[in-house]
């Protein structure tokens, strides 16, 4: 089977995306109080989430001939290290934290629709598993943004 490269490129970058998002809330998990369990579980299932995410990815790449990623962008590592610096200096609190996951969750959104806004062939099962997957981050996304919301409302 002959490797589609443009299709390849566009889903290891959804894999990257992806094994950011994994980093990123593992990092976050490290950062949450003991007080914040909730928090935790959130970002516990998040993290699951983006593994199978990856994992459905990875299957299309091989199938289609290619070489699944397993590394992470450049953007997440500057991203973690970015997260890094800013919960050192902010105290490690709630709100920053959730903040800095909903700019996670806003680079995973941009990913997914340049994705399918790119000129990969990508087939109607495949392009079925990205908008499915989208569709998730996106409640994801919705969900830290209201935690966020809320929190800031409840400290204001």
Same mark, same amino acid.
């Given at each position: 089977m002959e490797t589609n490269e443009k299709l390849t490129e566009t889903l /290891? =970058?959804?894999i990257e995306i992806?094994? $950011?998002? !994994? /980093?990123g809330y593992e990092k976050a998990i490290e950062e949450t109080k003991d007080l914040d369990m909730d928090l935790r579980a959130i970002f +516990? +299932?998040? *993290?699951s989430d983006s593994r199978k995410? *990856? +994992?459905e990815l990875a299957a299309i790449v091989s199938q289609s001939g290619g070489t699944p990623a397993d590394g992470?962008?450049? +953007? =997440?590592? !500057?991203y973690r290290v970015w997260m890094d610096i800013k919960t050192m200096f902010s105290g490690h609190n709630r709100q920053s934290l959730l903040e800095l996951c909903e700019f =996670?969750? $806003?680079a995973a959104q941009k990913a997914y629709k340049e994705a399918l806004e790119s000129d990969a062939e990508i087939s109607a099962e495949t392009r079925q598993v990205i908008t499915g997957q989208q569709s998730k981050l996106k409640t994801?996304? $919705?969900v830290i943004k209201k935690y966020r919301d809320l929190h800031k409302a409840v400290n204001a």
């Open positions: /290891n =970058g959804l992806n094994n $950011d998002r !994994v /980093n +516990s +299932s998040m *993290a995410y *990856a +994992s992470t962008t450049n +953007s =997440g590592k !500057v =996670g969750e $806003d994801s996304h $919705d």
